[in-house]
C-alpha cells in the first residue's frame, strides 16, 4: 500500500493546491440557461429554505451582474442595503468566497424581485427592461433602495 501512496501522492498534492486557488463561488447555467450557484455553496440556514428562496438565492448569488441593477422595495435601504442583490450577498472575498446576508429569508418581496427578474431574463429581457418592471411592480410597497 505504500509504493501507492508515494505514487499518487504528489498528483494528490498537486490537485488540492489547485482547487484551494479556485473561486469559492462556481455559477453554473441551470436547464433554463441562467447560472446559478449550486446548493452545497449555500449555508445551512439557506439550504433548508423553502425552494422559492433557495432559488433565489442561487440566482442572486450567480448574477451580480444582473441584481445590482436590480432595485428593493422592501424598506431594506434602511439597513444599508443598495440593490436587490445585497438582500442576498453582504460580502464577496477577494478569493470568491461568499458571506451571504440572512435578510431575504424572511422578506417575500426580495424573494418576488428576484424570482421575476429571473423569468424576464428567460424570457430575453435586457436588465433595464427588468428594472422598469420592477419599478411599476413594487414601488406600491414603499420606496426603492436605489433612489
Known amino acids: ?3 501507492l501512496v508515494r505514487k499518487w501522492f504528489p498528483l494528490l498534492v498537486l490537485a488540492a493546491l489547485l482547487a484551494a486557488t479556485l473561486p469559492a463561488c462556481s455559477a ?5 440557461g441562467l447560472h446559478i450557484i449550486s446548493m452545497d455553496e449555500l449555508p445551512a440556514e439557506i439550504q433548508s429554505a423553502p425552494a422559492s428562496v433557495r432559488t433565489a438565492y442561487q440566482f442572486a ?8 441593477n436590480i432595485p428593493c422595495y422592501c424598506g ?3 439597513i444599508g442595503h443598495a440593490s436587490n442583490y445585497d438582500c442576498y450577498v453582504a460580502e464577496v472575498a477577494a478569493n470568491g468566497a461568499i458571506r451571504f446576508d440572512g435578510h ?3 422578506c417575500s ?3 418576488d424581485i ?5 423569468r424576464l431574463l428567460k424570457e430575453g429581457k435586457s436588465v433595464p427592461e427588468i428594472r422598469a418592471y420592477v419599478d411599476d411592480t413594487y414601488s406600491r410597497y414603499g420606496t426603492s433602495n436605489m433612489d
Open 61 to 68: 448569488a450567480a448574477n451580480p451582474h444582473v441584481m445590482e
Open 28 to 32: 453554473a447555467p441551470d436547464a433554463a
Open 104 to 106: 431575504a429569508l424572511g
Open 114 to 118: 428576484t424570482l421575476d427578474a429571473m
Open 109 to 111: 418581496i426580495c424573494v
Open 76 to 78: 431594506c435601504g434602511s
Open 1 to 3: 500500500m505504500l509504493p
